[in-house]
């Protein structure tokens, strides 16, 4: 069966890097070409605290980068550091068990995903959102739908953009993010009454919803600590199954 045609009950919105994996989007270009580590780390602290636009991150990574990245740069880079937060994967399969649509909805790159799952790294989701800056032909691995996402303003309008292309209704919505570019993620769902949850959340996302009076639902897993290698180890001690009563609850 399509998955336009299965009757979804409900949908998970989810941004990727620091939310549901311990990485940046860039990650797989610091890997190729690790003389560009610290400035994408700071471009990525940029737009992810709404300093600067994605476009414009876009644009200055696309100034750094030598060469577009292959399929065997990026095999090469998913080979030697994929990982997820524990229980993502069987998260993101659950919810498809379910009749609960899971999508990917990020400023990472597509082709990051598309290699994804082409190697079978994680269940494939049938709806992705994502940045098309490094992207690859078209696999029957890939996901049914891809959204262009070209602002994180955008991950509102992709997320809305799968419930009517999937008919999901609208009082179904969970939407999980960590930083303050999920913030207008986050603001949309709130018009919606969807169910916001903060993974990891960061400072720059609560600032974001305090001054937009918006209340994040459920607070998961660790807090900022000043010490990365603790927050790192807190962080793969937390099992995203624990979500699934959560979302239980809502979607009944």
């Given at each position: 069966?399509?998955a336009?045609?299965?009757?979804?009950?409900?949908i998970?919105?989810?941004?990727?890097?620091?939310?549901l994996?311990?990485?940046?989007p860039?990650?797989c270009?610091?890997?190729?070409?690790?003389?560009l580590?610290?400035e994408?780390?700071?471009?990525f602290?940029?737009?992810?605290?709404?300093?600067?636009?994605?476009?414009?991150a876009?644009?200055k990574?696309e100034?750094?980068?030598p060469a577009?990245?292959?399929?065997e740069?990026?095999d090469?880079?998913?080979?030697?550091?994929?990982?997820?937060?524990?229980?993502?994967p069987?998260l993101?399969?659950?919810?498809?068990?379910?009749?609960?649509?899971?999508?990917?909805?990020?400023?990472g790159m597509?082709?990051y995903?598309q290699r994804?799952?082409?190697?079978?790294?994680l269940?494939?989701?049938?709806?992705l959102?994502?940045?098309?800056?490094?992207r690859?032909?078209k696999?029957?691995?890939d996901?049914d739908v891809?959204?262009?996402l070209?602002e994180i303003?955008d991950?509102?309008?992709?997320?809305e953009?799968?419930?009517?292309?999937?008919?999901?209704?609208?009082?179904k919505?969970?939407?999980?993010?960590?930083?303050?570019?999920?913030?207008?993620h986050?603001?949309?769902?709130?018009?919606?009454?969807?169910?916001?949850i903060?993974?990891?959340?960061?400072?720059?996302?609560?600032?974001?919803?305090l001054k937009?009076?918006i209340?994040i639902?459920?607070?998961?897993?660790?807090?900022?600590?000043?010490?990365?290698?603790?927050?790192?180890?807190?962080?793969?001690?937390?099992?995203?199954m624990?979500?699934?009563?959560?979302?239980e609850?809502?979607?009944?």
């Amino acid at each position: 069966m399509q998955a336009k045609n299965i009757p979804y009950k409900a949908i998970v919105s989810s941004d990727w890097s620091e939310c549901l994996a311990p990485c940046s989007p860039f990650d797989c270009i610091s890997f190729n070409y690790p003389q560009l580590t610290a400035e994408l780390e700071t471009i990525f602290k940029q737009y992810t605290s709404n300093m600067i636009s994605l476009g414009e991150a876009a644009h200055k990574i696309e100034t750094l980068l030598p060469a577009p990245l292959t399929i065997e740069q990026m095999d090469a880079y998913l080979d030697k550091s994929f990982s997820t937060y524990r229980g993502v994967p069987q998260l993101i399969e659950w919810c498809l068990c379910k009749e609960i649509l899971f999508m990917i909805n990020t400023t990472g790159m597509t082709g990051y995903f598309q290699r994804i799952f082409a190697k079978s790294l994680l269940p494939r989701v049938p709806a992705l959102s994502a940045y098309g800056m490094i992207r690859y032909p078209k696999q029957h691995s890939d996901p049914d739908v891809i959204f262009e996402l070209f602002e994180i303003k955008d991950k509102g309008k992709n997320t809305e953009a799968a419930v009517r292309f999937f008919n999901i209704p609208f009082n179904k919505i969970i939407i999980i993010g960590d930083s303050g570019g999920d913030g207008p993620h986050f603001e949309w769902g709130a018009k919606t009454d969807a169910l916001l949850i903060g993974s990891m959340t960061k400072p720059s996302l609560d600032k974001y919803c305090l001054k937009k009076n918006i209340d994040i639902n459920v607070r998961f897993g660790s807090s900022e600590t000043a010490d990365e290698k603790e927050k790192l180890k807190n962080e793969m001690q937390i099992d995203f199954m624990d979500l699934v009563a959560r979302i239980e609850n809502f979607i009944m």
